[in-house]
């Protein structure tokens, strides 16, 4: 099995100081219904088992004739509603607003769909924590869609009500579709365990 | 190949009007700027202004909620002249001296000339009777590949105070 770059092949030790791994990117060239993620789990590169962390960047928008969409998340493949929980802080630009949707959370997120000004999509970077540890996982979301004469923020905070590991995300709207150009960038996080 | 890379630092060692990058190489996928701010406005509080590539018309738009102390919030501006990179900032008439606010920038897929520049932004500060935290988002409504920053406190005072410190970085991905 060839190690990753970033391991001596003598001692084993991480050489990189730099502590994010790019493992995955993927830019529509056309629709798609949703995008997804997943451990390679191979010990190569792109296999989750070592990271302590994830962090995805998306920079997309849905194809659905209204000016924002939900956004929803399915990790590992579990549709379960009830293994979710979010807590968010939102705003619209006129008013703030917390919510709270527990133990029904596949909705993690918000984004621009078709009736937004042409060009524009949304910036959210999402962070999974210690996404091999055996407790829930938590993630942490910040979004903005800011669309020329409207715009939404969000701050969400999440937790998957399991204990397995990670190993594949899922990023789709409620209705229609990604649209094309619309960019996912997955990294994993190094831990560095000292003594 | 480190996956984040520092393309420039500005450490201002004497008071600036204005910090801008300029040339901002094209090999990233995305952006994102630190900054430590301080501004020389003599009443309390100033946010920081961006522009993108020199634009100075109407084509900008910034959605944010912020807290305040114990109260919560939301603005929201369209067609103007800026973005906001950070929210409200320490001035020169809050103590002490040595306080400044933090914010961070994503600005994502900034190569990409078929969509505009959405930015996220967050910063926040502890003045003893403004602490603020803002978190929000900037819109361009420009297609152009972004390959020059410039950042100015955005109501109206003379600059950033000495000490203030931006850095610029470059995201790769696969």
Known sequence: ?195 | MAVIETIATTYLEADAATVTFSSIPATYEHLQLRMNVRTLRTSSLETTGMRLNGDTASNYATHRIYGQTVSLGAGGEVATTRLYATGQMPTSVQPPRTLYGAGLVDILDYVNTNKNTTIIFQSGETTSNYPYMTFGSGLWEDTSAVSTILLYPANGSAGFVRGSVFTLYGLKSS
């Open chain 1, 1 to 195: 099995m060839a190690l990753p770059a970033y391991i001596d092949a003598e001692t084993g030790a991480i050489t990189d100081g730099e502590a994010w791994v790019s493992l995955a990117s993927t830019t529509l060239t056309s629709d798609a219904s949703s995008v997804t993620f997943t451990s390679t789990d191979d010990g190569q590169v792109g296999d989750w088992s070592q990271y302590m962390d994830l962090v995805v960047i998306l920079y997309w928008r849905g194809t659905y004739a209204h000016a924002t969409r939900t956004a929803l998340l399915q990790l590992n493949g579990d549709t379960t509603a009830a293994n979710y929980s979010i807590q968010a802080l939102y705003g619209d630009g006129s008013s703030a607003l917390a919510q709270n949707w527990d133990e029904n959370g596949l909705a993690y997120s918000g984004f621009i769909a078709n009736s937004a000004t042409t060009n524009a999509f949304s910036a959210t970077v999402t962070t999974f924590l210690d996404v091999n540890s055996g407790k829930y996982k938590s993630f942490m979301v910040d979004m903005a869609s800011d669309y020329g004469n409207a715009g939404k923020v969000q701050m969400t905070v999440g937790t998957y009500l399991k204990q397995a590991p990670l190993t594949s995300i899922l990023f789709k709207p409620d209705v229609g579709d990604i649209l094309d150009e619309s960019r996912f960038d997955l990294f994993g996080v190094l831990p560095r365990m000292v003594a």
